[in-house]
């Protein structure tokens, strides 16, 4: 199995930039796509973004279409999401996410899930 933990969010001005890390422990960490999903409070989790098990395919929610990056770093068993330009209504929890052998772009499609990081973004 698969155990990630996010870091890297925080309180942070309108404009500002985040890079979220997600950090990845299991022997078959390499195999899995790997994503980004957000929740704010009395909302459905949302996805974000997801990146196949090479890092050579991306793609991303409608909300956060260029202006967040997704990548990984398999060598370092690391995902990140670089959040640029970010606005209030980015404002939510953030979850990493691994979908053993395939993408997880759907809540459906995650087979692990990390514990949460809080971004706030103020206006």
């Known amino acids: 199995q698969v155990q990630l933990v996010e870091s890297g969010g925080g309180l942070v001005h309108a404009g500002d930039s985040l890079r979220l890390s997600c950090a990845a422990s299991?022997?078959?960490?390499?195999?899995?796509?790997m994503g980004w999903f957000r929740q704010a409070p009395g909302k459905e989790r949302e996805f974000v973004a997801a990146i196949n098990y090479s890092g050579g395919s991306t793609y991303y929610g409608d909300s956060v279409k260029g202006r967040f990056t997704i990548s990984r770093d398999n060598a370092k068993n690391t995902v990140y999401l670089q959040m640029n330009s970010l606005k209030p209504e980015d404002t939510a929890v953030y979850y990493c996410a691994g979908g053993l052998g395939r993408l997880p772009q759907a809540r459906d499609r995650v087979d692990y899930w990390g514990q949460g990081t809080q971004v706030t973004v103020s206006s």
């Open positions: 299991g022997r078959t960490y390499r195999d899995y796509g």
